[in-house]
T-cell receptor
Framework: GQNIDQPTEMTATEGAIVQINCTYQTSGFNGLFWYQQHAGEAPTFLSYNVLDGLEEKGRFSSFLSRSKGYSYLLLKELQMKDSASYLCAVRDRETDSWGKFQFGAGTQVVVTP | DVKVTQSSRYLVKRTGEKVFLECVQDMDHENMFWYRQDPGLGLRLIYFSYDVKMKEKGDIPEGYSVSREKKERFSLILESASTNQTSMYLC?????????FGSGTRLTVV
């Protein structure tokens, strides 16, 4: 199984940068995902990392270090619409054939004017 | 785009009622999942299915059952609803490379 830890809440100002950390413990890591969830809505896919390093996608970047069991999601040039919960999810090799992921509790990001 | 449709956005049911939550996906995915989401606990897996008529228990299956008679449809059943099953229920469909979620059903059991 996995243990996934991420901060409960972070607050940042519009235009700033925020880094959301995620640490995990798994018996057989096979991919890490970040999802964004606005209040009352379904989670939507943001990024997928399976190899070490940084993946950049516009204002959002995701980093993975498998040896440290660590990932972060970097949100740049924050906008008010980025206020949402950000979910870290890990796929375990033991259940890889079924695509089953384990989710963290989510980090609520509050963007202030 | 993959579309995952949950039949109801809001439901209110009485304790002891049998409750059906329906989920339909249109991308021919083999894998489908039911999660519940509660504040501070995140998404917890109830059941999943990797093929028609196949089902596997997730982390919190007690009090729930599922049905997958057709590839596109995965139903969650609360055999006898209880107040501790008040929650947001999310269906997902996908592959090893990511899920698409439905819009969720907020169930209140009174």
């Amino acid at each position: 199984g996995q243990n996934i830890d991420q901060p409960t809440e972070m607050t940042a100002t519009e235009g700033a940068i925020v880094q959301i950390n995620c640490t995990y413990q798994t018996s057989g890591f096979n991919g890490l995902f970040w999802y964004q969830q606005h209040a009352g809505e379904a989670p939507t896919f943001l990024s997928y990392n399976v190899l070490d390093g940084l993946e950049e996608k516009g204002r959002f970047s995701s980093f993975l270090s498998r040896s440290k069991g660590y990932s972060y999601l970097l949100l740049k040039e924050l906008q008010m619409k980025d206020s949402a919960s950000y979910l870290c999810a890990v796929r375990d090799r033991e259940t890889d054939s079924w695509g089953k992921f384990q989710f963290g509790a989510g980090t609520q990001v509050v963007v202030t004017p | 785009d993959v579309k995952v449709t949950q039949s109801s956005r809001y439901l209110v049911k009485r304790t002891g009622e049998k409750v059906f939550l329906e989920c339909v996906q249109d991308m021919d995915h083999e894998n489908m999942f039911w999660y519940r989401q509660d504040p501070g606990l995140g998404l917890r897996l109830i059941y999943f299915s990797y093929d028609v008529k196949m089902k596997e228990k997730g982390d919190i299956p007690e009090g729930y059952s599922v049905s997958r008679e057709k590839k596109e449809r995965f139903s969650l059943i609360l055999e006898s609803a209880s107040t501790n099953q008040t929650s947001m229920y999310l269906c997902a469909s996908g592959t090893d490379y990511g899920y698409t979620f439905g819009s969720g059903t907020r169930l209140t059991v009174v």
